[in-house]
């Protein structure tokens, strides 16, 4: 139950993202006129995202503080598994997608050609799965390395806390 708002924030970003990818990024084959479709649904998510993102910073500071960390090669595996998939799914996705539009933003014969970086037809490149996972991951990672100071100084809090019951 106490990871219960974590659940949630991480369910709206993770079908926000997917939503995002999959209803809002244009076809190559299909033209947009008009500006960036994703721009209200982005604007709603940003919210939940920094809410996920936070909470994640904070899962990753609290989690080993509490069970210490035992078996650090299986939680280093496990990371550089999860980057590993994470980066090459987004490569493969990124090439995937400029070969399809027939080069990137600065190409002439390019279907984005003058578009910039963000538009209409790569929204997919910054809202997918593999994305999700990656900055995910980073933000448990950030908490994570934070975590010593934090553990540290509970552990000399508790000591000096025992010492004055002691005395007192």
Do not use: C
Not at 35 to 44: E, Q, Y
């Amino acid at each position: 139950m106490r990871n219960l708002a974590w659940y949630i924030s991480l369910a709206i970003t993770f079908f926000g993202f997917m939503m995002i990818e999959f209803y809002f990024t244009q076809e190559p084959s299909k033209s947009a006129p008009h500006g960036n479709d994703a721009f209200i649904p982005i604007t709603i998510l940003i919210p939940f995202l920094v809410l996920s993102l936070l909470i994640t910073w904070t899962v990753g500071r609290k989690y080993f503080a509490i069970r210490p960390l035992k078996r650090a090669w299986v939680f280093l595996l496990i990371t550089i598994f999860i980057l590993f998939v994470g980066i090459t799914g987004e490569y493969q996705l990124i090439e995937r997608s400029l070969h399809a539009l027939h080069g990137n933003w600065n190409d002439s014969d390019s279907v984005i050609y003058g578009k910039g970086a963000f538009n209409f037809y790569t929204n997919s490149w910054y809202f997918n799965e593999n994305s999700f996972l990656l900055i995910h991951l980073m933000a448990f990672l950030l908490g994570f390395f934070a975590r010593n100071t934090e553990w540290q100084m509970d552990e000399e809090d508790k000591k000096s806390i025992d010492e004055e019951k002691t005395e007192g």
